[in-house]
């Protein structure tokens, strides 16, 4: 019996999202108008280039100043 409740808790513990189903996507910015990186000049980030690991912050600040828009 031990080994019968064993097995159901195990499928209620980890229940799986029904197939087809989209997880819910990230925001995602982009680059519009090239910039250099603040802190490391030879770092490049060119047009299209994906910035969404920027942290709010910086993200707000590149929006700010029309280098980057969400896609």
Do not use: C, T, W
């Amino acid at each position: 019996m031990a080994e019968q409740d064993k097995g159901k808790g195990a499928a209620q513990a980890a229940p799986k999202a029904p197939q087809g189903e989209a997880k819910p996507k990230q925001k995602r910015f982009v680059v519009v108008n090239p910039f250099s990186d603040l802190h490391d000049i030879s770092k490049k980030y060119d047009e299209g280039d994906d910035v969404s690991h920027f942290s709010q912050e910086r993200l707000q600040s590149a929006i700010n100043r029309g280098l980057v828009k969400e896609a």
